[in-house]
């Protein structure tokens, strides 16, 4: 069962900061976060694995709560590349390396 | 450079023709993807493959057949093609507990 994302878009301006959400009815080993652009594969950005850690990747970070089958995705003062829709992937307890992934989230940045 | 090739950008085929998309990786991975992307519905899993010749059905198997009859080929097959499988259709590959690496995708289109 696909995990669930919302919003299902976003519009910024640039330097607004934004949060996605990734919820899943299954327990989770782990959580990916990928993003693609208009006409191009999707691009691996981070993975969380089960704890509760925290990822940073330049402005864009994430959380994993385990408990609640939930990650976040925030994205900090904003910046035009960021624009395209942003995946969240996650593998269950009991069958990890099978990949599955959400409903997805557009998100436009504009000057 | 890590690679995931898929034999076409864009396929036009006829209702009831037997389709074959194909997918190779050069990292040596144990494991590969079928997904089906749609608008609004994000990223769809068909087949995973976890090792050579075996499969594990994703939410959306109806219609479809896979093949691994080398690590690093795997095919999607549409036995017969129906216009409700026009779509885009993305191939990755990981390695255990590692990112998924895409293909460029393949845009089919059922006549």
């Known amino acids: 069962q696909q995990p669930v994302q919302s919003p299902q878009a976003v519009i910024l301006r640039e330097g607004e900061d934004a949060v996605i959400n990734c919820s899943s009815s299954k327990a989770l080993y782990s959580v990916h976060w990928y993003r693609q652009k208009h006409g191009e594969a999707p691009v691996f950005l981070m993975i969380l694995l089960k704890g509760g850690e925290q990822k940073g990747h330049e402005k864009i970070s994430a959380s994993f709560n385990e408990k609640k089958q939930q990650s976040s995705l925030y994205l900090t003062a904003s910046q035009l590349s960021y624009s395209g829709t942003y995946f969240c992937?996650?593998?269950?307890?009991?069958?990890?390396?099978?990949?599955?992934f959400g409903t997805g989230t557009r998100l436009q940045v504009f000057p | 450079d890590v690679k995931v090739t898929q034999s076409s950008r864009y396929l036009v085929k006829r209702t009831g023709e037997k389709v074959f998309l194909e997918c190779v990786q050069d990292?040596?991975?144990?494991?590969m993807f079928w997904y089906r992307q749609d608008p609004g519905l994000g990223l769809r899993l068909i087949y995973f493959?976890?090792?050579?010749?075996?499969?594990e059905k994703g939410d959306i198997p109806e219609g479809y057949s896979v093949s691994r009859e080398k690590k690093e080929r795997f095919s999607l097959i549409l036995e017969s093609a129906s216009t409700n499988q026009t779509s885009m259709y993305l191939c990755a590959s990981r390695g255990q507990s590692t990112e998924a690496f895409f293909g460029q995708g393949t845009r089919l289109t059922v006549v």
């Open positions: 493959s976890y090792d050579v010749k075996m499969k």
């Open positions: 992937g996650t593998e269950e307890l009991g069958n990890t390396d099978k990949l599955i």
């Open positions: 990292m040596d991975h144990e494991n």
